[in-house]
């Protein structure tokens, strides 16, 4: 367990080896869930993705137009781990 100390001004340093097994780098966020018991849950904050940013993702990388059926085979493929 790891013990830190709250400054007067109600701040906490995290130590380096902390924020390693966080996976929270300098200039990140981390989140923090309060618990009704007085506990909480500390995590580095992961931005969510929206559809948006993922359609223009591959945008003028190919040439090649697939069909869904390729797109659904490559799918299938990737997911069972063959690819």
Sequence with gaps: MTTLTVTARG???FRKEVLHHLGIKPGEKIELDLLPDGR???KAARPTGTI???LGLLAG???KVATIDEINE???RGWAGKE
């Design 52 to 54: 948006e940013g993922f």
């Design 74 to 76: 490559a799918t299938a």
């Design 11 to 13: 701040q906490v340093t």
């Design 40 to 42: 909480g849950i500390l």
């Design 61 to 63: 990388r190919t040439n």
